[in-house]
């Protein structure tokens, strides 16, 4: 009876499989890059030690137009390092989008600093840099300038406010990766920039993440905070208290094949995002960005749509697609409203009106590199025929 249960829940389960056709993201891993990962099993050197991590390293310091890299085990990992090395300590305070993956304020809470929420910009999804000044205090160190979705931020002047205020800048570019500001690289601006290898970004080694930057001090100190902090007399006399979150030679291998294609993978990815953008556009009740703005191109790193008559929520509207074999994810769940951070106590009472909206009104739908015309035609129609 138990095996007869059993079979029926995987048969289920396997139904409930093949009901997606269309799946919001999946890597793209070409036969070079098999031949990458399979040399370097081969050569014995699978760890974090081995040629592939410093290539890969020097390789991507060359593309971002940074002196230096370091490869670490995420983009998590590479803000919590990021934090840590630009000495932010006990009560200070880094300013972090409310709309935003919770690592931005894990690698701030973590350092036991405080994080300042700033409102998302509804035109563009970012930081909605007029509200940057509001938030600086003496006690403000540092912000973390995440760049969302599609659009970097409009970096001049958040600089500008920066160098006002005298504070420092990590900016995470993990989604727009390729993209350029005014004709200067995303994650080439500020004190630090880190960066994901995650399964849906541009260059993946399945989990993996990078820092870029070009003083050779925080160079040296997020290689040693990534690495245990190894003594340099004594390598078990540990100076510091650092992390475990090195890469390894495999993953480094696939990252390095991925680089040399990254052009090709944006080149596509903005096509889907133009096509969609042509398809949709139309329609009163969604926005979806358009392919470019006055200072950058749309990478569309996703391809996100709001709903705008508020009719249907965005988890409604994904369970429809669902029904048709279409796959989505929801957008980022605000900072203010996350039960982690009501059980701490922080950021209450304290409202964020466009933040909320997205997380309620806004999801992502397939994108993947081989996603073809007609596949786009069909999506958008069926998204085009509920929110009509």
């Not at 000044?133 to 006690?139: G, S």
């Amino acid at each position: 009876k138990i095996k007869k249960n059993l079979i029926k829940l995987m048969k289920k389960k396997l139904r409930s499989n093949k009901k997606i056709i269309f799946p919001v993201s999946k890597p793209f891993i070409t036969k070079k890059d098999i031949f990458a990962v399979n040399k370097t099993l081969k050569s014995g050197w699978i760890s974090s030690s081995g040629t592939e991590t410093k290539k890969f390293e020097s390789e991507f310091s060359k593309f971002v137009d940074r002196k230096y890299s370091i490869t670490v085990a995420n983009g998590t990992a590479a803000l919590e390092i990021a934090v840590k090395a630009l000495g932010i300590k006990k009560d200070d305070e880094v300013l972090i989008p409310n709309f935003t993956i919770i690592s931005n304020a894990l690698a701030v809470i973590r350092q036991q600093a405080k994080p300042v929420l700033i409102d998302c910009d509804i035109e563009n999804w970012n930081v909605k840099i007029e509200d940057i000044e509001k938030k600086i205090t003496k006690k403000t160190k540092a912000i973390i300038v995440t760049h969302i979705y599609s659009f970097p931020n409009d970096m001049n002047k958040i600089l500008k406010i920066c160098k006002k205020h005298n504070i420092l800048i990590i900016e995470d570019a993990a989604e727009v990766l390729g993209l350029s500001y005014k004709n200067k690289k995303c994650g080439s601006f500020g004190d630090l920039s880190t960066f994901s290898f995650y399964a849906n970004k541009q260059v993946t080694t399945g989990e993996g993440g990078m820092i870029s930057v070009n003083s050779e001090k925080l160079y040296k100190k997020c290689n040693s905070l990534k690495n245990l902090c190894f003594g340099k007399i004594n390598r078990f006399n540990h100076d510091d208290l650092g992390w475990n979150y090195r890469l390894t030679n495999i993953q480094a291998a696939l990252g390095l094949s991925q680089l040399k294609n990254i052009k090709n993978t944006i080149r596509k990815k903005m096509e889907i995002g133009n096509y969609y953008y042509e398809k949709l556009k139309f329609n009163n009740n969604i926005q979806i960005l358009p392919p470019f703005n006055s200072f950058s191109k749309n990478i569309y790193w996703v391809v996100g749509i709001l709903i705008k008559n508020k009719k249907m929520t965005a988890l409604n509207l994904s369970k429809k697609l669902l029904k048709f074999g279409i796959e989505t994810r929801p957008f980022f769940w605000p900072m203010h409203q996350q039960s982690i951070f009501k059980k701490l106590k922080l950021f209450k009472n304290q409202n964020y009106p466009n933040s909320t909206y997205l997380s309620k009104y806004g999801l992502y739908v397939p994108s993947y590199f081989l996603l073809k015309k007609k596949e786009i035609n069909k999506i958008s129609n069926i998204i085009n025929k509920i929110l009509r």
